[in-house]
């Protein structure tokens, strides 16, 4: 048996241990990892651990540091205070807002996963004050970072298209951008429609009533007793109401503000800058912050270095090519498109979408040469159907909504909803991209 079956095998393996048994599947994906590459493809040690994402991991910890001081704050609170305010309490728009928001970076050339660090955490924030589901809060961000994902300016755009000019393929910069952008809308659609998206329009909040309150615990930890505003009574520690802007709350706001500047336009690591941030706002207030690190979100963590390193062992193996190559000397160029998607799909769960899509892309250059295939609409599906599935939470984006969970709903039934969810993406989404794009014959 061949090493990219060994590898698939185990792939198949860990997934089924680790849906079946509590235990975390990162923990599984270093042992497979670490049998499949010293006995199956000779790796050493050191070549596997190389496979592990340390930008992934860093910006994991990073992002949930900062936030995690955030919260012990109360600026979370505010910055949810203030946006519901601006949607004039109206809480069924707050999701589209966010996927609005998160479509806009990506579309504008913030990588996706940057923009889900951003947005994510505050999103979040919403789900767990108002009620809402957190399961399509969390999906309506990476959905948001995936439809605005192929602009021609963003990143994701700028590789398929550069990878299309590099195979003689014809350009279609707007088609593949559209079709993530109407398919992720359609998904976040079904999702509020499934996930109580029509109760959320009876809603009408106030985020200025302090009648309200009882939808959250307050997020602010430590400083000193301070009056609750229109009352003239002391608030014990750890139950400020809604008070005026605080001074740590100003620095807090200056450093989310100063982290998306320095990442988004100066193009530096999201992690390195977040937590940059989150230990300058830790040294202004150490007492007040010293437990913060205890909030990162550490099993998440385990999960995707574990997950990111076994992918990298599955690349190695050559299992994506070797299905890949498989699927364009099927006789039938338009079943072939139909398992490249799936392999797009399934290789990019596990993986990086960024990396997949330059190794994919080629492969599917013989199907559309000799299959009659539409370029722009075959590679449209190719790319929806390998970032789609960025909702799992072994992918950065999944990994970072499980990692900023809210509080109303615990990490155990948080992760199983976006695996869930995940699977039925995975299994079904590659189909009805191409059943929408390809098999038709446009």
């Known amino acids: 048996m061949g090493p990219e079956w060994v590898a698939i095998l185990a792939l198949v393996a860990l997934f089924v241990m680790g849906t079946l048994l509590p235990i975390n599947m990162g923990a599984l994906a270093y042992v497979a990892a670490w049998l499949v590459g010293m006995f199956s493809l000779d790796l050493s040690e050191r070549e596997i651990l190389g496979g592990v994402s ?15 001081i955030a919260k012990n704050n109360g600026t979370v609170d505010l910055i949810v205070r203030s946006a519901v305010r601006a949607v004039g309490g109206r809480v069924a728009l707050i999701p589209w807002v966010m996927f609005a928001v998160t479509a806009l970076l990506t579309a504008i050339g913030a990588a996706s996963p940057a923009a889900c660090a951003i947005i994510g955490p505050i999103a979040l924030g919403f ?23 192929f602009s021609p300016i963003s990143i994701y755009g700028t590789i398929t298209n550069s990878v299309m000019e590099e195979n ?3 350009s279609s910069e707007l088609t593949v951008f559209l079709a993530s952008l109407v398919v992720n809308l359609v998904m976040a659609a079904i999702l509020f429609v499934l996930l109580g998206g029509r109760r959320l329009m009876e809603q009408r909040i106030d985020p200025d009533d302090p009648a309200d309150d009882h939808l959250t615990e307050d997020l602010h930890r430590g400083g000193a007793t301070v009056p609750a505003r229109g009352y003239g009574t002391s608030v014990p520690t750890g139950t400020t109401q809604a008070l005026g802007v605080r001074r740590d709350q100003v620095l807090t706001l200056v450093a989310f503000v100063g982290v998306a500047l320095v990442s988004l336009i100066f193009d530096k690591n999201i992690g390195f800058v977040s937590i940059t941030a989150a230990v300058v706002l830790a040294t202004l207030a150490p007492k007040e912050h010293k437990d913060a690190v205890r909030q990162i979100a550490w099993p998440t963590v385990l999960l995707v270095a574990g997950v990111s390193t076994y992918a990298a062992v599955l690349t190695e193996a050559g299992s994506p090519e070797f299905v890949g190559n498989w699927a364009a000397g099927l006789g039938a160029a338009v079943i072939g498109a139909l398992v490249l998607c799936y392999v797009g799909g399934v290789v990019s ?28 609409l075959f590679v449209a599906a190719l790319a929806i159907a390998s970032t789609i599935v960025d909702v799992s939470p072994f992918s950065t984006n999944g990994a970072l909504m499980l990692a900023n969970r809210p509080d109303s709903i615990t990490e155990p039934v948080y992760y199983k909803q976006i695996l869930t969810y995940s699977m039925i993406v995975v299994l079904v989404g590659p189909m009805l991209v191409w059943a929408a794009l390809v098999l038709p014959g446009w």
Do not use: E
Request: no cysteine.
């Open 168 to 170: 003689n393929l014809p």
């Open 54 to 68: 340390g930008d992934l991991i860093l910006t994991l910890i990073g992002v949930t540091y900062l936030f995690a």
């Open 349 to 376: 769960a596990f993986a990086s979408s960024t990396a997949l899509l330059p190794v994919i892309i080629p492969i599917a250059v013989p199907l559309i040469g000799n299959g009659g295939i539409s370029a722009g």
């Open 127 to 149: 789900a767990g004050r108002y009620k809402i589901n957190p399961l399509m809060m969390g999906m309506f961000v990476v959905h948001g970072a995936q439809g605005g994902g």
